[in-house]
């Protein structure tokens, strides 16, 4: 007879778990009303169990798809039935994914994780430009805008010249601009006022023919109920800024946006108060608001070394893979940048015992090993350096 799949265990929404706790226990099944899972990396077999592992985090919904009856797992009723409602699943109809129909039952968890930034994180913002933490300040001594406003991020301007990222200081100054908008509209009251101030800097930031963009907008803010008008106030006192809308491929000019600046009173540039210092930056330093947001890489997580992890039998080169203790690959392009630095000796043990020459790489572990330390040596086999000498033989070049 085959072992009925049972659900021992499953955590609610709302728990907050650590890395490695479980989040769902169960017998392994055979019969056809299976309790799957998204497979990860966390995800084991133990003493006849699959246990599916938590990554950390607090569990914020739990969605069940069930292709069988809601009555067959007691356990999962109310998750499969608010799943059902939540995706508007026909009565006769079965789930998916990836065009493959799910056997059984899959449970997906979906868990909100606050990962705090350090060194060596990514951050990000909407125009393709990322880039490496390379300092965590203290609060108090990050720098102050004449506008009382600590500064959050400080941006290497070199990026925005090396990526061609222009756009980043097109979002910063319409971001001030967005900002001075909303302060001013919260201290109006009059809704005259407020459509004509807007009307006097959308139409400058407008790079549609003839202003047609800014002009549908101040149009549709002028017909507006007194209800509606109060809900887009209450809106912009909420986030603190006025939104702008810009065309696509009509973004301004530089001089449009100089020109919205100089209607606010804005400048392009400010010098900064360095509280650490007591002193204010001796050149003005552009300012605005913009998106920035974190990358799921952590440069904590990448960190690893490799010590004497395992290889491939058939190239005797190492594992690929942080999971698999493995190392890096000397790449094409780092080849070529050591012979072109004559670098050789360390091209030679590159592509020697710390690649695929095992017999060398067996002599420096073992003296390693016994006295602790070990001299250079001269590789005695290495396919990959056998490879590039073809290369260079076929260019017509002097062997390495």
Do not use: W
């Amino acid at each position: 007879m085959s072992k009925q799949d049972r659900l021992l265990f499953l955590a609610e929404i709302g728990d907050e778990t650590e890395k490695g706790q479980p989040l769902l226990r169960k017998t392994i099944g055979e019969i056809e009303q299976l309790i799957g899972f998204e497979e990860t990396e966390v995800s084991e077999v133990s003493a006849g169990q699959y246990i599916h592992k938590s990554p950390g985090g607090r569990i914020v919904d739990i969605e069940v798809f069930s292709n069988v009856s809601a009555d067959v797992f007691p356990q999962l009723k109310i998750l499969i039935m608010k799943t059902n409602k939540k995706y508007g699943k026909p009565p006769r109809e079965k789930f998916t994914i990836g065009g493959v129909t799910i056997k059984g039952v899959l449970v997906r968890f979906r868990i909100e994780q606050e990962l705090k930034i350090s060194g060596g994180d990514k951050l990000c913002n909407r125009y393709g430009n990322k880039g490496i933490i390379s300092l965590v300040e203290k609060d108090e001594n990050m720098p102050r805008t004449p506008f009382g406003d600590r500064i959050d991020v400080i941006l290497n301007p070199l990026g925005i010249i090396g990526r061609m990222n222009i756009g980043q200081l097109y979002e910063m100054y319409c971001g001030l601009i967005s900002k001075e908008l909303g302060k001013r509209v919260t201290d109006l009251k009059d809704k005259t006022k407020i459509i004509s101030l807007l009307k006097t800097v959308l139409v400058k930031l407008d790079g549609s023919e003839s202003q047609k963009s800014s002009a549908r907008f101040i149009n549709s803010l002028s017909k507006l109920s007194a209800q509606k008008f109060k809900l887009f106030i209450d809106q912009i006192k909420k986030t603190g800024f006025v939104p702008i809308v810009v065309p696509p491929f009509q973004s301004p000019k530089y001089q449009d946006v100089s020109s919205a600046l100089k209607v606010l009173g804005l400048k392009p540039a400010y010098h900064l108060y360095l509280p650490e210092f007591n002193t204010k930056t001796s050149m003005p330093v552009p300012v605005g608001y913009m998106y920035v947001s974190k990358l799921e890489q952590i440069g904590e997580g990448k960190i690893y070394g490799r010590s004497t992890g395992p290889t491939i039998s058939k190239t005797a080169q190492p594992t690929a893979g942080k999971r698999h203790e493995g190392g890096q690959r000397l790449g094409e392009l780092d080849t070529y940048s050591f012979i072109s630095y004559n670098c050789l000796t360390l091209l030679a043990e590159m592509m020697g015992p710390l690649s695929d020459d095992y017999i060398t790489r067996d002599e420096i572990v073992s003296d390693i090993i016994q006295t602790g330390n070990a001299a250079y040596r001269v590789p005695k086999i290495s396919p990959a350096r056998d490879l590039l000498n073809s290369y260079f033989a076929s260019l017509m070049l002097e062997r390495g």
